[in-house]
């Protein structure tokens, strides 16, 4: 069992929680993922780290009520446990292995919508310890859903644009990157994470800056493992899946109308056993280690 140490609702529908997991504060890194399991008969949801303190042994995690087991997660207090804590799953950020002078030699800027500004901010905060400083766009439909504003400010540039203009700037996010190009801004690479329709015209804005563009697709990730096969995509002529082969892949190679199609597809039974009929072999990706 892993004990929550502290659960905070960041919003009524968005809770933060600090797990005692010290094997995996220990190996995590930003960009990876746990699969959490509120009680032994519930089912596994995958989530980004959010934030990790080695010394004290704790991983942080940020979850949105969409579905039984995320509002069965959002009842858990502080004090409470779950039943299981599994990672750190997936590859790290490609940042964590690129030399540190090549990153001080880029300008970076990343772009966050929703749930998606938890993952950006390991990778915000990895950069400035490193002495790296980033630009950070967070996108919210207003005021109230904005969130970790305080903790960004700490480790980068923040820019916060609304969809309603309740606070920060006016707009989407790709309206505020494409402002701040106008104001005189210029970036070497884009990071965005966040709901698959913003990275998709996200990345349909860098192409036309000519300007490179990650996107981490784990909000396709059902089972963590590839088994389930629910988180297949392609990337350029490429099957890959997103939680053995990502979470982040070349976001100006990913498609993401196959991949919203799949999704939608994916959600009936009946849904997924067409897919697995059309994709045959290809239908899963393994552990990532069998053939």
Known sequence: ????????????????????APRVAKHCLPGQFLII???EEGERIPLTICDYDREKGTVEIVVQAIG???NKLMSLKTGDELADV???LGNASELCSTEIEELKAKKIVFI???????????????????????DVIIGAKNKDLVILEDRFKEVCNLYITTDDGSYGRS?????CLQDLYDEGHSYDLCIAIGPMIMMKFVCKLTKELNLPTIVSMNPIMVDGTGMCGACR?????EVKFACVDGPEFDGHLVDFDQAMTRMQLYKSEEGRLL?????????????????
């Open 1 to 20: 069992m892993f004990k929550i140490l502290e659960a905070n609702k960041l919003t009524p529908t968005i809770i933060q929680m600090i797990v005692e």
């Open 37 to 39: 399991r509120v009680d």
């Open 68 to 70: 039984a087991e995320t």
């Open 86 to 88: 599994v990672g750190p």
């Open 112 to 134: 966050a919508g929703g749930v998606g500004t938890a993952p950006v901010y390991p990778q915000a905060k990895w950069l400035h310890e490193h002495g790296v400083q980033a």
């Open 171 to 175: 707009g989407m996010v790709t309206k």
């Open 233 to 237: 995509l392609m990337v350029g002529d």
């Open 275 to 291: 897919l697995k009929q059309q994709e045959g072999d290809t239908h899963h990706g393994g552990c990532g280690n069998c053939e």
